[in-house]
């Protein structure tokens, strides 16, 4: 049985834009081009994850870009998760362009 616990989601996982050496975890056909936090967050809500938003933190790797961080409630993979957020982004960008 797996327990839930809280991970951090940092923009830059799933920034198209970022290398692998700058933070990016998921493949670029995977990753989304420019993340919004806003997106973030609002994914992470529609998929269940109780995101909590912290808007002063910044990724140790891009100390001067302050972007915040989401902690999400994750059961299972926090690499599966993510890939979530990023497939729930780009649904809705393209509900938007649409």
């Known amino acids: 049985m797996e327990r839930t616990t809280k991970k951090v989601v940092w923009p830059v996982y799933i920034d198209a834009h970022k290398t692998r050496k700058e933070g990016r975890i998921l493949a670029k056909g995977d990753s989304v081009g420019a993340p919004d936090i806003k997106e973030i967050i609002r994914a992470a809500q529609e998929l269940g994850l109780s995101p909590t938003y912290e808007d002063e933190k910044a990724y140790p790797r891009l ?3 302050h972007k915040g961080r989401l902690l999400i409630d994750v ?3 926090k690499r599966e998760a993510i890939r979530q957020i990023a497939r729930a982004i780009k649904a809705s960008r393209a509900l938007h362009d649409s």
Do not use: K
């Open 75 to 77: 059961n299972g993979a």
């Open 63 to 65: 100390w001067w870009e």
